[in-house]
């Protein structure tokens, strides 16, 4: 029997002094953007400054997914400094492209 690789858990939470990283991997679609919603919600009772969402390990998105991103915002919009978006080049940026366009 060949082992199966775990699965990753679709939002990794980190915390940085004052902000709170939610970590996103391989594929951002609805159940991923949900995750990713209920996160932010879960991380204001920490009450960090910020938020970022880092997308610079993502692979794909779809239209679902991206429009978490949006929704992440206006939950995160009464923080101090607000929420932040890691991306680079690649998928990660294309989401957020799309999620804002």
């Known amino acids: 029997m060949t082992p199966v690789a775990a699965r990753r858990a679709p939002v990794i939470v980190r915390t940085e002094p004052g902000a709170v990283v939610l970590e996103l991997a391989d594929l951002l679609d609805a159940g991923a953007g949900a995750a990713l919603v209920a996160a932010a919600e879960a991380a204001l009772a920490t009450v960090p ?4 969402i880092d997308l610079t390990g993502l692979q794909s998105w779809t239209q679902e ?6 929704r992440c915002r206006e939950v ?6 607000g929420l932040h978006y890691r991306t680079g080049r690649g998928p990660g940026r294309a989401a ?3 999620a804002y366009s």
């Open 76 to 81: 995160c919009g009464d923080l101090p400094d």
């Open 49 to 52: 400054d910020r938020v970022d």
């Open 96 to 98: 957020l492209l799309a």
């Open 65 to 70: 997914g991206a429009a978490a991103l949006v």
